[in-house]
């Protein structure tokens, strides 16, 4: 295998990592449309799941090794434990990917040994090179790591490396698992490993981190400096915790920063050429699906994907950027994508220029699907003059459904105003095809159409957030709507967008309310199985 040690990969794990915080959870179709979406950002490797954990799991890597593990498509990679049975099923879940990756791990901390393995050193020496071997025996591509390698004696950490090496690791993964070291020390653990693991040449060298002290991107550059050519991150830093480190702020630190780092990866600092293969365009297109699909909001102020990252509020810089942009900005918004927003279609465009402008877009859509989502289009452009490529983006993520309509939103209805009761009557189908109609009073518009919902749909709910945002400028804008519920330990995200509020609330609930049904169905499901094997 060829080491590019002149370049850095870039090893997304928003649909593994990231899809584990909580509510951020994702169905197989929605999983399918982020990596279809993350190979058109060009990333190198797609950790899919973690093939062992769960059925959904398993057919959510299959499906996406099938549909986007194609040749010159990214390498598609499942997670494993060091354990047979994990490292068979992800062999499995990953068989129909052109390029397929095993990536498998132990933890080397002695807190983690201690109290959650309850393994000597002795043992994790032996199994992970072992399991390393087992894995090799399905694929070639095999990625070892030693989780909580942040906390781990590094003299031993550097003997299990080596050895995993010698079983054929192509990759020794280095994570920082509870977030916890600063960037001089993350950089010293990969020098260290560099100087200290004789067989590391024959292995790429990946970092993988979180944030818990907002150092995750910080520690990831420093590895840079001093040997690590894989990053592993996710889309708007979602995962675990405080997240992981993010894909766009690594990557385009890389690039607006690329003389500087440069000579780290043995090129002149003037060298023009891309430091990652990503296409930078598509990052804040990745980063709204993303955040649209798993409910998990971008905070105005995050770097480069954040809805103030390119706007100027004083006026001294307002000044200052309109007589030269290269005042107060370091990167183009067009870099990330940021120009899509053009108007684009109006309401005489048909629906050749709609089907075509949606295939730019990157949505391939059914006759059905592109019928429907023509209808809404239609029906937005009567309201709303200008269409630009955001309000496309919207109808096509908010009408095309992923989450099954198991309960299905007829009608909303809502009286309010200062001297009313805010009143809401809606009208719901339920998964047995029954039509039901209920009302009530609530403290707002939106509470009294929550209030009328819940008395259809009767699940306990807690609406622990809800958030409206304009998909662009002005009062015809489309507001997106934002929801995330609990029920019992479990969160569950909702999602919709409409020129009208209320109906994208009413949409955004019902659409969480589904998640959360189908849930409990796929858990009973499950149950029944359970007794009938007994
Ligand atoms: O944070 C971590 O240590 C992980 C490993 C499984 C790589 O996610
Ligand atoms: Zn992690």
Not at 261 to 272: C, D, V
Request: glycine fraction near 6%; charged fraction near 25%; proline fraction near 3%.
């Amino acid at each position: 295998m060829s080491h590019p040690h002149d370049r850095i990969i870039i090893f997304d794990t928003t649909l593994r990592d990231g899809e584990q915080c909580p509510g951020a959870t994702l169905n197989v179709d929605e999983k399918l449309l982020v990596a279809r979406q993350l190979a058109r950002l060009n990333v190198d490797v797609i950790e899919a799941g973690f093939a062992f954990a769960s059925q959904g799991d398993f057919n959510a890597i299959q499906r996406i090794a099938q549909a986007v593990g194609t040749e010159n498509g990214p390498t598609i990679c499942s997670l494993a434990r060091a354990r047979k049975e994990d490292i068979k099923a992800a062999a499995e879940a990953i068989k129909p990917a052109a390029k397929g990756r095993i990536h498998t791990f132990i933890a080397t901390s002695d807190i983690h040994l201690q109290y959650k393995l309850k393994k000597t050193r002795e043992e994790v020496l032996e199994i992970a090179p072992e399991m390393v071997a087992y894995a090799k025996s399905f694929t070639d591509d095999v990625e070892f790591s030693p989780e909580d390698a942040g906390r781990s004696d590094p003299e031993f950490m550097y003997q299990v490396l080596e050895r995993v090496i010698d079983a054929g690791a192509t990759t020794v993964n280095i994570p920082d698992t509870v977030g916890y070291t600063t960037p001089a020390e993350f950089g010293a653990l990969i020098r260290g490993i560099k100087e200290n693991v004789p067989n590391i040449d024959r292995a790429i060298i990946s970092v993988h981190g979180h944030n818990d002290l907002g150092m995750a991107v910080a520690n990831f550059l420093e590895a840079v400096k001093n040997g690590a050519r894989q990053l592993e991150c996710t889309i708007n830093g979602i995962g675990e915790r405080a997240g992981n480190a993010a894909l766009e702020e690594l990557v385009m630190a890389l690039h607006v920063r690329r003389q500087y780092y440069n000579p780290f990866l043995g090129r002149p600092a003037e060298s023009e050429e891309a430091l990652t293969q990503i296409h930078t365009q598509e990052i804040y297109k990745s980063s709204r699906l993303v955040s649209n699909l798993t409910g998990m909001l971008v905070q105005p102020n995050k770097a480069i994907v954040g809805a103030n990252a390119f706007a100027h509020e004083s006026g001294i810089h307002q000044d200052g950027v309109l007589k030269n942009k290269l005042t107060y900005e370091i990167m183009d918004a067009e870099s990330i994508g940021l120009n899509a927003n053009q108007i684009v279609l109006g309401k005489h465009s048909g629906r050749h220029a709609f089907k075509n402008r949606l295939l730019e877009l990157g949505f391939e859509l059914s006759e059905d699907n592109l019928n429907k989502a023509f209808l809404t289009f239609k029906e937005l452009a009567d309201k709303k003059k200008e269409i630009t490529d955001w309000d496309l983006e919207a109808i096509v993520n908010d009408r095309i459904q992923k989450v099954p309509e198991l309960f299905r939103l007829e009608l909303v209805q809502v009286s309010c105003g200062d001297k009313a009761r805010p009143t809401a009557t809606v009208s719901l189908r339920t998964p047995t095809g029954e039509e039901l109609m209920d009302a009530a009073i609530g403290t707002g518009p939106v509470d009294a159409v929550y209030k009328a919902i819940n008395r259809v749909v009767n699940i306990p709910n807690e609406l622990i957030e809800y958030s409206v945002q304009s998909v662009t400028d002005g009062i015809d804008a489309i507001g997106e709507v934002t929801i995330r519920l609990q029920h019992g330990d479990r969160i569950f995200s909702g999602h919709s967008a409409d020129t009208d509020i209320i109906v994208a609330s009413a949409r955004a609930y019902v659409n969480a309310l589904n998640r959360l049904y189908a849930t409990l169905q796929e858990n009973e499901e499950r149950k029944v199985k359970a007794t009938a094997k007994v």
